[in-house]
């Protein structure tokens, strides 16, 4: 939110009182919405209880009870109530963490109080108090107008319709509602849940966000994988009824089979792998405004960056002034009244007029010292502007009569008060309406802007006619040229590194920027955006066809100066016609456009607009561009994790799934190697804590290597993986371990198992079954790099995970009464040999994948 605000008119008062504002806001609470109707935790707990899944093992659970198998009911009632408890537990967590994170965007106010402009927070708003708009404001509160100067309002979010109005003096702002052009100031007369929007909101309290894609798309996995379950569980069911078993026993079968395929931990996982992301993102400043942009990000392959702030670090200050007289230095400490200024006598006698003029057109910028250290009170370069007239020893300026603020497509702002008429602007914009201007202005422009100064133009000219003072192409004719101001911005010192890391994932740059192109192209190559030679473009020479623009954007590197926010939306439609992800930034009312039309529109946290962070997608709270390519590290790393957790479950639905198919292959003939009560043990027990880890992975230096585009989330890849590599090679350890126990034993193909021998060929096969997800948690961290070479560490939880699964493995076989109510004891010495043979087979057969695979790739 810029500083330039007015109280125009005549109208500007001391507004309230410090302590005034105090007891009204005791008295009528908070400028707050009332909070929305949330739903009762025990529905969201209802709820995770009566899913698909979950109704599928109620019934499944039914079933059994009715069949006479109580435990196994048990059993499977208490997988869903763990399942629906866990994702209840995520989700609600998530929910909480996300209101949270809304909290951090920060909803500011400017107001008269105590006879100062003072910038507040949207929620301490009380009756009374004197609102001072500008363009990209939102009003916070319903509120009276007492003045305007060209202004309009955007009430689209209340009344729908699209065309801006402009409120005459005692017409009506309502908050929620926001600010296109112009200023005004306006008494506040409602807060809270007394303003239009609260009744609103109260109406549509209940209206629910659709779902995210990246939940459509893990739904549609998951749906398919549960009817898949079922339909097997039906088809083995037929099956077994056909090899002569009775109908108890068939079911019993056909239920193993059905849970064997139920990925019972998918959703939980997912729900915390978000939550997480959506967490790490906030600590690294990236407010992710809509999840389902998490996967947006990681797909990014082209970002269109501003400059001021973003690459550079907003803290503006004069270094050089130019006047026909010669031009003068300007040294100092930030934004410290103190200062030295060096340069020819006359030119130093034309620098108070000059700073005075420049000042007048923002007159509620300032510096203060709340510690003791100076800090910009409003837009930088604005507070810049002030600090330089400090520094000139220039007195108060009269009260302005009339002002024009700044607006994107003049490119400059002007105040009108009784010592005349003062302009400031891009220089470009300013130089054509200065009568006289001498030649050497655009010299000394050329050179200050190859310099990489940001250089703004400023004029003067007697007052004008209060007839035209307030049109403003009027009153900005025929000026005189005071000089050029010449500002610097200096690189934020870790851009270089971030462009590098952009470079590196295979994503283009580009700088758009409504700067002069000598200050954009000398910032892109400072910081590594762009060659000395890369290629400069203005806003007003690009080409007229879309197909056209997106052919000459279309390079890395690229600058384009003096933009509007016309050319950025027309930018993000070409790029993306040409099959690029893309990211644009914006702070201003008017760049809403481009970044609602932008695959993810990045909006500036600390100095964008409200009407920018609402439209956008991504707010970066600290408004630096490495928090863009942070954020887009994050997004890939959770969606790799997603996919890492599929892998994992998949492969162990193979190992599962296989006793089953082998003794309905067999018409009997081996027994069962499994029950269904250790497929519950190993889906709910074993499993949970290191899928769950797996889905906590952090990005390797790998994440932000080449272009990662994120359009499937089970694809070729996954599947290969799971169902023809990991999973057969789990499986394939598993019946062996159970075969050699059986046949070490003294068991015959064809014979009925010693119930003692079975149980201990069983309690191998689940010990195979276990570690064999041990070596496979390990394989799962990368689908390209075998374990080797990945290491044990980099994850502390799934060290920790894999050690509890370890412990409940021996629990399972050795705490009574689980190894006789889950039909497995603990094995023998040779049924623990053939049980851990599973770890270097599984790891084995990873490895050898991977590496077929880069030959493959390597293969011309």
């Avoid at 923002?362 to 010292?369: I, L």
């Avoid at 007003?540 to 016309?566: C, K, T």
């Amino acid at each position: 939110m810029s500083a330039v605000r007015q109280a125009v008119g005549g109208t500007a008062t001391s507004g309230l009182t410090g302590g005034e504002a105090a007891r009204r806001l005791l008295r009528d609470g908070p400028n707050t919405l009332p909070a929305p109707r949330r739903a009762h935790p025990v529905t969201l707990l209802v709820a995770q209880l009566v899913h698909f899944f979950a109704l599928m093992l109620w019934v499944a659970a039914g079933l059994a009870l009715v069949a006479g198998m109580p435990v196994l009911a048990v059993a499977i009632v208490v997988v869903v109530l763990v399942n629906g408890v866990f994702s209840f537990v995520q989700e609600y967590r998530a929910d909480r963490a996300a209101q949270r994170l809304r909290d951090l965007l920060p909803v500011r106010a400017s107001v008269r109080r105590d006879g100062h402009t003072v910038v507040i927070g949207g929620q301490d708003l009380v009756v009374g108090d004197l609102l001072l708009l500008e363009a990209g404001d939102r009003v916070c509160a319903d509120a009276t107008v007492i003045d305007r100067s060209g202004f309009t309002m955007d009430e689209s979010m209340l009344t729908g319709e699209s065309k801006s109005i402009r409120p005459e003096p005692g017409g009506s702002l309502f908050a929620g509602t926001y600010a296109v052009e112009g200023h005004c100031t306006a008494e506040v007369v409602a807060t809270g849940a007394r303003t239009r929007l609260a009744g609103i909101a109260a109406v549509t309290a209940g209206a629910r966000r659709p779902r995210s894609p990246l939940a459509t798309q893990l739904h549609r996995v998951v749906r398919t994988v549960a009817m898949v379950a079922v339909v097997v569980g039906v088809v083995f069911f037929a099956a077994a009824m056909l090899l002569g078993l009775s109908t108890a026993d068939s079911f019993l079968f056909a239920v193993g089979v059905t849970v064997a395929l139920v990925p019972e931990g998918l959703l939980p996982t997912v729900t915390l792998s978000l939550a997480r992301a959506a967490q790490r993102m906030a600590h690294r400043h990236a407010l992710v405004r809509r999840l389902e942009s998490v996967e947006t990000l990681g797909s990014t392959t082209f970002i269109c960056t501003d400059k001021t702030g973003t690459l550079t670090s907003n803290e503006m200050s004069v270094v050089r002034v130019w006047t026909p007289e010669g031009e003068v230095a300007v040294t100092g400490e930030g934004y410290a009244p103190e200062g030295d200024l060096a340069g020819p006598p006359a030119a130093l006698a034309l620098l108070p007029a000059l700073a005075s003029a420049a000042a007048r057109c923002s007159p509620d910028a300032r510096a203060s010292e709340p510690a003791g250290q100076w800090h910009p009170v409003g837009d930088p370069m604005e507070v810049a502007l002030h600090v330089l007239a400090t520094r000139s020893g220039c007195a108060a300026p009269p009260v302005p009569v009339v002002r024009h603020a700044f607006d994107p497509r003049r490119r400059r702002s002007s105040v009108v008060d009784a010592e005349g008429v003062h302009v400031v602007g891009a220089p470009d914009s300013v130089l054509p309406r200065c009568v006289g201007a001498p030649a050497a202005a655009e010299a000394a422009l050329a050179r200050l802007s190859a310099a990489g100064l940001r250089v703004l133009a400023v004029a003067w000219r007697p007052t004008v006619p209060d007839a035209v003072a307030h049109v403003a192409d009027s009153v900005e004719q025929g000026l005189r040229l005071l000089g050029l101001v010449a500002l610097q911005d200096p690189p934020r010192p870790d851009v270089a590194e971030s462009i590098v890391a952009c470079r590196r994932a295979g994503i283009k740059l580009a700088m758009v920027t409504g700067d002069h192109p000598g200050t954009a192209h000398a910032i892109a190559v400072e910081v590594g955006l762009a060659g000395v030679d890369s290629t400069v473009v203005v806003g007003a020479d690009l080409p007229a066809d879309d197909e056209a623009l997106g052919e000459l954007l279309d390079h890395d590197g690229i600058v384009v100066a003096r933009v509007n926010p016309e050319d950025k939306l027309r930018i993000a439609r070409s790029l993306q016609a040409r099959g690029h992800v893309v990211a644009m930034t914006g702070d201003g009312v008017n760049d809403g456009p481009a970044l609602r039309t932008a695959d993810i529109g990045v909006a500036m946290g600390a100095s964008g607009t409200d009407v920018a962070r609402e439209a956008a997608d991504l707010v970066l709270l600290d408004d630096h561009f490495g928090t863009i390519v942070a954020a887009v590290e994050l997004g890939r790393a959770t969606f790799a994790n997603i996919r890492r957790f599929l892998t994992y479950h998949l492969t162990d639905n193979v190992a599962e799934l296989t006793p089953f198919g082998v003794w309905a292959l067999s018409g009997g003939q081996i027994p069962l190697a499994i029950t269904v009560l250790q497929v519950l043990a190993i889906d709910i027990g074993t499993d949970l804590l290191p899928a769950l880890a797996l889905g906590a992975e952090p990005a390797n230096p790998r994440t932000m290597r080449g272009r990662m585009r994120t359009d499937s989330l089970m694809d070729r890849t996954v599947l290969r993986r799971a169902f023809g590599v990991l999973g057969p090679a789990e499986a394939l350890t598993t019946m062996g371990a159970f075969l050699a126990v059986l046949f070490a034993g003294g068991w015959t193909f064809g014979r009925d198992a010693d119930p003692a021998l079975l149980a201990t060929a069983s309690g191998t096969a689940f010990a195979a079954i276990v570690l064999g997800q041990l070596a496979n948690a390990f394989a799962c961290r990368s689908e390209s790099h075998w374990v080797g070479r990945v290491g044990l560490r980099g994850n502390p939880l799934l060290l920790v995970a894999v050690g509890v699964e370890v412990v409940l493995l021996f629990l399972f076989l050795v705490l009574p009464p689980l190894p006789e109510l889950l039909g497995g004891s603990l094995p023998n010495l040779l049924g623990w040999l053939a049980a851990a043979f599973a770890v270097p087979v599984v790891l084995f057969a990873d490895a050898a994948a991977k590496a077929a695979s880069r030959s493959l790739r390597r293969s011309p």
